[in-house]
């Protein structure tokens, strides 16, 4: 079972910032929180990732709550190639496999 | 350009037949894996290997066998024992040690004749 629980879709206006919410409040301490997403018929790209600091790349920022029991994915000025299903998951660094949930599926409107 | 790919895009198979899905890497990664996504589904885990020559079964591993005989290579073969094999078939890989995000390759769409 997936150890993250996210909302099953949002919808986000083209320009606007989209907050996509992730709960994991089992997170062990040495679990990152990754984001990846996933569009229609291709394989899952890479987002971002963080273990408790809040983090930034080109194509989104990583806010991660103090107890890290949520966390939250900002794309700061949403167009519509971001419309995809985005996957909030769980990695330690051990054993090696990602579980990856239902996913958010993030519609960008014009 | 480095990257995963698979091949083929669109597979096809027969009542009782076996089909082989391949995954070459050249990330230079340790590990490798495969899920399965049905649609409107998440990814589920079906072998995944750390390093040539080993391999573990992941959460849905009948029906299912792997090799690791190169580090770059990583094929699936759904046997004829898997019975409801029509899904869409992704390979992924990463370093093995570390915390650094899995690259995925385009994925293999599988149905049945």
């Known amino acids: 079972d997936a150890k993250t629980t996210q909302p099953t879709s949002m919808d986000c206006a083209e320009g606007r910032a989209a907050n996509l919410p992730c709960n994991h409040s089992?997170?062990?301490?040495?679990?990152?929180v990754y984001w990846y997403r996933q569009i229609h018929s291709q394989g899952p790209q890479y987002i971002i990732h963080?273990?408790?600091n809040n983090e930034t790349n080109e194509m989104a920022s990583l806010i991660i709550t103090e107890d890290r029991k949520s966390s939250t994915l900002i794309l700061p000025h949403a167009t519509l190639r971001d419309t995809a299903v985005y996957y909030c998951t769980l990695y330690g660094g051990s054993q090696g496999n990602l579980i990856f949930g239902k996913g958010t599926k993030l519609s960008v409107k014009p | 350009d480095g990257g995963i790919t698979q091949s083929p895009k669109y597979l096809f198979r027969k009542e009782g037949q076996n089909v082989t899905l391949s995954c070459e890497q050249n990330?230079?990664?340790?590990?490798m894996y495969w899920y399965r996504q049905d649609p409107g589904q998440g990814l589920r885990l079906i072998y995944y290997s750390q390093i040539v020559n080993d391999f573990q079964k992941g959460d849905i591993a009948e029906g299912y066998s792997v090799s690791r005989e190169k580090k770059e290579s990583f094929p699936l073969t759904v046997t004829s024992a898997q019975k409801n094999p029509t899904a869409f078939y992704l390979c992924a890989s990463m370093f093995a040690r570390g915390n650094q995000p899995q690259h995925f390759g385009d994925g293999t769409r599988l149905s049945i004749l």
């Open positions: 963080g273990l408790k």
């Open positions: 990330l230079n990664h340790d590990a």
């Open positions: 089992t997170i062990s301490g040495n679990e990152y």
